[in-house]
């Protein structure tokens, strides 16, 4: 049973255009969600994360949305640079557990 | 420069020999975890530890696999015996501040493969 869901398992999209990644969850219980981003051969980086009692988080270039009420979150990145190709996942956190639960992740294709 | 280190990067082993993967955490972190990168599954969680102490190892194929942390400093991941459906990338991560943000801070992973 997965709680954490990434349905894209990959995307395409222009440089300079809006890239968006979309997550779904099941548990109404997590605390915290973020994204990470995974270049091959290398381990998953942090990227951004928002607390469950807020609706955006932006940092540069980055921004995540939460509805709470739909269950879902989503990552956009604006404008998409090549160096924005990578593998993008969305992770959960329940703090009371302090377990961080990941989804498949996308794999993101900016093209030139 | 703190890092996540893990040791070996690479394996290539037989079905049925054991397999030990090393992980030193970033010092001062207390919580550090065990993840599994396959194709089909993403990044599955195996173990993670707080303070040393074991707190979930419920994704762990028991039988096989144990994970611990003789100290602070050392984290092991064994597989005995290890199988072909075992071949995937392992992942040690650590954080100090895991409960209130969920920032962990990842190693480059130990690619294994079993034949």
């Known amino acids: 049973d997965q709680q954490v869901k990434q349905n894209s398992p990959s995307l395409s999209v222009q440089e300079g255009r809006i890239s968006i990644l979309n997550c779904d969850y099941t548990?109404?219980?997590?605390?915290?969600f973020l994204w990470y981003k995974k270049y091959p051969a290398e381990g998953p980086t942090f990227l951004i994360s928002?607390?469950?009692?807020?609706d955006k988080n932006e940092d540069g270039r980055f921004t995540v949305f939460l509805n709470k009420s739909a269950k879902h979150l989503s990552l956009h990145i604006v404008p998409s640079q090549p160096g924005d190709s990578a593998v993008y996942f969305c992770?959960?956190?329940?703090?009371?557990?302090?377990?961080?639960?990941f989804g498949k992740g996308t794999k993101l294709s900016v093209k030139p | 420069d703190a890092r996540v280190t893990q040791t070996p990067r690479h394996k290539v082993t037989e079905m049925g020999q054991e397999v030990t993967m090393r992980c030193q955490p970033i010092?001062?972190?207390?919580?550090v975890f065990w993840y599994r990168q396959t194709m089909m599954q993403g990044l599955e969680l195996l173990a993670y530890?707080?303070?040393?102490?074991?707190?979930?190892d419920s994704g762990m194929p028991k039988d096989r696999f144990s994970a611990e942390m003789p100290d602070a400093t050392l984290a092991t991941l064994k597989i005995q015996p290890s199988e072909p459906r075992d071949s995937a990338v392992y992942f040690c991560?650590?954080?100090?501040?895991?409960?209130?943000?969920?920032?962990?801070?990842f190693g480059e992973g130990s690619r294994l493969t079993v034949l």
């Open positions: 992770a959960a956190l329940r703090g009371s557990q302090g377990n961080l639960i």
């Open positions: 010092l001062g972190h207390n919580t």
């Open positions: 548990n109404s219980m997590f605390d915290y």
């Open positions: 991560a650590s954080g100090s501040r895991v409960l209130n943000t969920g920032e962990l801070f």
């Open positions: 530890f707080r303070n040393r102490a074991p707190l979930d």
């Open positions: 928002i607390s469950s009692i807020k």
